[in-house]
């Protein structure tokens, strides 16, 4: 690992430049033009169509050529080819996004729709808005036009959730007159691992001269796992919480051992994905046009794509490996339907787009080494003594068994989770002529936003325990009584309704050279929070706390019910956010600009008030909040975008400082704060940052691409661990970070380089390229509260890593072939270590993969 980093800084040092990105490429076929300009990029980032180089925001921009020159299809795929993006999560589609460093660590994805907040980077589908807590829409990026990265505050124009910045996947739309196709094929073999195979194919068919045109593409990916689910043996132990706790470090004779022998497997983790996205476009006359787009996308995740750092008792497990004693598999399943109008009212350009988008998930994960925590065994074990009651005496005393040594059930546990979430959207834009000396954007926006999740853990082994059904009245999801072993549910609706008007104004204070731009959005958004949660606590059928038998079934005892409709959990946020640049053209290739820009996120509920003991350090001193507020980000950029030697040369970079108040955070530690996930705001955090990309056609034929990101990120103000009434610090460790802490996913260097030479090999166009990534260390969460089972931080310190990937291919009329070697050193780079599993899990990169790609296209004559 050593020497691949020195590696990485020779080749940096010797270009002059850090390694990024690029958001402008060479020309896709060099070998047939004496061409060495760099080719413009065009993107709608301001709402209009401009090139990337005039738009005053930091934008890192792949096109459709740069996508199929990298071999990416999924978001895992080029997210290390962003600098300053960084994912954290538990496999596809399973992660939470992060720009320039904002981020503060995150829960487990179990039940993530209901008790995480909403995420602060937005990902859109053309103009269809798609995030959702704890998991990015993972949209495979077949017939893809570009996909842009936004970076800072987009809220002006991009609204909720578009706080640090957005991620745009921009479709091919339909070709008028033009009758065109591509087919792709790939086979991959993967280093510890199973093959993976690859189809995707598209087809643009006119169908009326001038008028009407359809697109379609297909696609089937299979990707071979590389995660070994090894043997194991769960046995309790006497450091286990409930075992060191409440039965004095011996664990009783009769509990039963746990093996996973039925779950054994090799390579468990295979992914597919599968869709279809077709697309109309109706040209009604020269200034109206309809789009309708259907997309369908079916993706299905088995296993894990993490490894264990060690088993539940800290020892070691080797590389790829977990033990899990249950199935596990994520299956999600997306369709979106949008409708776009584009036409001119006189000189005004009228864009209309209303979506629906309709996601679902059924996710399945081993949770037993939850049962090496206290609270498991109140639903696992029967203390010394039960059952503790047997009536009463004379006197009205308990009579209570003598000696009884207690027992312990079935380590056996996992959890299920149900989840359907909908993005009902409607957008009207009117915009001026990009050419007048002052012109505008206006528009309505409407969002009607909402989450339905019931998720299930089954960790109640105890065959003492009532099962656990909904309160009677309130919103469910799932009314049934729950199956023996459910010992805990969320079944909880969630959501906003925004409505918003925005606008923005440019005015050139000297046309084609200074700009001054100003816009804001108000909004309008009412937040709603509607279901239960229930546990099984208090529905023992001889129970320590209880003296009858529970009813049937066990739905809201006094000490574990929550109704949440009971509560009227609905808020209401307005207010205004803006954003203003001046924009400076020194020459026509030298834009520099100033940028300030704000960006927020919805505030929501927690699910319940987690109930402090009064054993704990701050037992009396705080609760847990019912609802939590919107954060803000405020940005104040410099940059720079230019071009030199005729545009041989692009150098982009931008310095800035983004202050993050009130921030959201989740915090979870059962001994301090008790014992339910809950989001409050707390810190506030200010980010300084450098980042710079760089290309350069070298000499013709021979492109560099290159970029990078600094950050330094730190707590500006934070919690006071001061008891108020007695001045004594309390001393538990800050859940917010002390002040000059990093941010959790910071890394405070990232960078790649990329190097392709195109030439002519006889008949055949050839090419060769050879690309480098490397990213810091980085801190897995600020919480330094919550410990491991063993004692440790959850706050990973994950460290630094190098990758290398290469490619070479031929290409003649209509075919090109290519191969290609990602990650050829085969390192283990930790994405991001997380312990919602009760275990150190590592979310890790894909192993050595070798792969070879065939690609054909045609295109008929234009009628």
């Known amino acids: 690992m050593r020497y691949h980093s020195r590696v990485s800084a020779a080749v940096a040092t010797i270009l002059g430049v850090p390694v990024t990105v690029w958001g402008a490429e060479a020309p896709a076929d060099t070998t047939d033009s004496q061409s060495t300009a760099i080719s413009e990029v065009t993107v709608t980032a301001t709402r209009r169509e401009e090139t990337l180089q005039n738009v005053p925001i930091t934008i890192q921009a792949l096109t459709g050529e740069t996508i199929k020159q990298l071999n990416v299809t999924t978001f895992d795929d080029y997210v290390k080819y962003l600098p300053n993006v960084t994912a954290g999560g538990n496999g596809p589609g399973q992660s939470n996004i992060y720009m320039r460093g904002l981020a503060t660590g995150q829960g487990g994805i179990q039940g993530s729709g209901a008790t995480e907040p909403f995420p602060n980077v937005a990902v859109y589908l053309d103009d269809q808005s798609g995030q959702l807590p704890g998991r990015n829409l993972d949209i495979y990026a077949a017939d893809i036009e570009r996909i842009e990265v936004l970076e800072g505050p987009q809220g002006t124009l991009f609204g909720a959730g578009a706080e640090a910045g957005v991620i745009r996947y921009i479709t091919n739309k339909p070709k008028l007159n033009i009758t065109e196709g591509t087919v792709n094929a790939g086979y991959a073999i993967t280093a510890h691992g199973d093959p993976s195979t690859s189809i995707d194919a598209m087809i643009n068919l006119p169908l ?432 720079w975008k230019t071009e030199w030697l005729d545009h041989r040369i692009q150098w982009n970079a931008a310095v800035y400082r983004e202050d993050w108040k009130n921030t959201q955070i989740g915090i979870f530690d059962p001994g301090v704060t008790g014992n339910l996930t809950f989001v409050t705001n707390g810190p506030d955090y200010r980010v300084k940052g450098f980042e710079t990309n760089f290309v350069a056609v070298i000499v013709h034929g021979l492109t560099v691409s290159a970029g990078a990101s600094w950050n330094s990120g730190e707590v500006v103000k934070t919690l006071s661990l001061v008891d108020p009434q007695t001045g004594q610090p309390i001393n538990i460790a800050n859940p917010f970070g002390a002040l000059g802490s990093p941010l959790a996913q910071s890394p405070p260097f990232m960078g790649n380089i990329r190097f392709r030479y195109e030439f002519r090999l006889g008949d055949y166009g050839a090419f060769a390229q050879i690309g480098a990534q490397h990213q810091a260390h980085s801190y897995a969460s600020t919480d330094q509260l919550t410990k491991t089972l063993q004692g440790g931080t959850t706050a990973f310190d994950d460290p630094p890593f190098t990758t290398y990937d290469a490619s070479a291919g031929v290409s003649k009329d209509a075919w090109d072939v290519q191969i290609y070697a990602d990650n050829f050193t085969d390192t283990r780079a930790n994405l991001f270590s997380f312990y919602r599993e009760y275990v150190k899990s590592v979310d890790i990169n894909r192993p050595r993969t070798l792969g070879l790609r065939f690609s054909y296209k045609f295109k008929g004559e234009p009628k």
């Not at 996601?359 to 059952?387: A, E, H, I």
């Not at 200074?514 to 958004?525: D, E, F, P, S, W």
């Open 208 to 639: 009326i001269q001038d008028t009407l045109a359809v697109r379609a593409v297909i696609y089937d990916e299979k990707r071979g796992g590389y995660i070994d689910n090894i043997p194991g043996t769960f046995v309790r132990s006497p450091n286990d919480g409930v075992i060191a706790g409440y039965f004095g470090g011996v664990v009783p004779a009769n509990s039963p051992t746990l093996s996973n022998t039925s779950q054994v497997a090799s390579n468990i983790n295979t992914v597919t994905y599968k869709g279809i996205r077709g697309q109309a476009l109706w040209n009604i006359n020269d200034d109206w046009n309809v789009l309708v787009q259907q997309s369908y996308q079916n993706m299905e995740a088995d296993g894990v794509s993490w490894e264990e750092a060690y088993d539940g008792l800290g020892a070691p497990l080797p590389e790829l490996s977990v033990q899990l004693y249950n199935p596990s598999y994520d299956k999600d399943r997306f369709e979106n339907t949008t409708l776009t109008v584009n036409g001119r009212i006189d000189k005004l350009k009228l864009v209309y787009t209303g979506s629906y988008l309709d996601r679902t998930v059924d996710q399945v994960q081993d949770y037993t080494n939850y049962s090496r925590s206290t609270y498991t065994g109140y639903y696992q074990c029967n203390y010394p003594g039960y059952p503790f009651n047997n009536g009463t005496d004379a006197n009205g005393n308990a009579i209570k068994t003598p000696n009884s040594p207690g027992q312990c059930f079935s380590p056996n546990a996992l959890w299920v989770d149900h989840q359907n979430s909908t993005h009902l959207s409607q957008e009207l834009r009117l915009s001026t002529p990009d050419d007048w000396r002052l012109r505008g954007i206006g528009g309505l926006f409407y969002e009607k936003y909402t989450i339905h999740e019931n998720t299930d853990w089954f960790y109640g082994t105890n065959p003492n325990f009532v099962q656990i059904a909904p309160p009677p009245g309130v919103t469910t999801n799932n009314p049934s009584v729950r199956p023996p072993g459910d010992a805990f549910f969320d079944d909880i609706t969630r959501g906003y309704n925004q409505k918003a008007v925005f606008g923005s104004a440019d005015f050139d204070i000297i046309p084609k050279v200074l700009t001054l731009t100003g816009g804001t959005r108000y909004y309008h958004m009412g937040t709603f929070e509607l279901g239960s949660n229930v546990g099984s606590f208090g529905c023992e059928i001889y129970g320590p706390y209880n003296t009858s038998v529970p009813t049937y079934p066990c739905t809201i005892p006094a000490t574990n019910g929550n109704d949440l409709n009971a509560k009227n959990l609905n808020k209401t946020y307005k207010g205004f956010r803006s954003r203003a640049n001046l924009s400076w053209h020194i020459t026509p290739d030298i834009l520099v600009y100033y940028t300030w820009s704000q960006g927020f996120r919805p505030g929501g509920f927690n699910r319940a008030q987690s109930i402090i003991k009064p054993t704990s350090p701050i037992y009396g001193l705080f609760a847990p909040p019912l609802a939590y507020s919107p954060d803000t980000l405020t940005n104040n950029e410099i940059g």
